[in-house]
Nanobody, 123 residues
Framework: QVHLVESGGGLVQAGGSLRLSCVAS????????MGWFRQAPGKEREFLAA????????YYTDSVKGRFTISRDNAKNTVYLQMNSLKPEDTAVYYC????????????????WGQGTQVTVSS
C-alpha cells in the first residue's frame, strides 16, 4: 500500500521560511516524478512544483518561482519543498503527489497523494 506523509507545516510570520518534507513508502520512489500542490480555503488545488526522477529537471509555477525550491533524496524516499519569503497568500494545505510517468502541473495526472500539511503565514 502506498503512503505519502507530509510534515513540516506550521505557523510562520510573513517573510519567514519553512521546509516541508514528504516521505513515501510502498512504491519505487526513485521511479516516480514528485510534485507539490496546495489548496487554500475555497480554492482549487493548485500546482506548485515538480521534480523528475533523478532531480535533473524541476518545474515551478510562476507564483512561487524564486521563492520555493523542490528537491528529493531518493535514498530517503523523501521529497522536500523549501519555502522562503513566505506571504500570507501562501497560507494553504500543502500536498505532495507522485506520478509514474507524468511531469507537469495537471492535478489529475498524479497517481498518489498525501494527506497534506497546514501552512499558515501571518502578516
Amino acid at each position: 500500500q502506498v503512503h505519502l506523509v507530509e510534515s513540516g507545516g506550521g505557523l510562520v510570520q510573513a517573510g519567514g521560511s519553512l521546509r516541508l518534507s514528504c516521505v513515501a513508502s510502498g512504491l519505487p520512489f526513485s521511479m516516480y516524478i514528485m510534485g507539490w500542490f496546495r489548496q487554500a480555503p475555497g480554492k482549487e488545488r493548485e500546482f506548485l512544483a515538480a521534480i523528475t526522477w533523478t532531480s535533473n529537471n524541476t518545474y515551478y509555477t510562476d507564483s512561487v518561482k524564486g521563492r520555493f525550491t523542490i528537491s528529493r533524496d531518493n535514498a530517503k524516499n523523501t521529497v522536500y519543498l523549501q519555502m522562503n519569503s513566505l506571504k500570507p497568500e501562501d497560507t494553504a494545505v500543502y500536498y505532495c503527489a507522485g506520478a509514474r510517468s507524468y511531469y507537469g502541473a495537471v492535478r489529475n495526472a498524479y497517481d498518489y497523494w498525501g494527506q497534506g500539511t497546514q501552512v499558515t503565514v501571518s502578516s
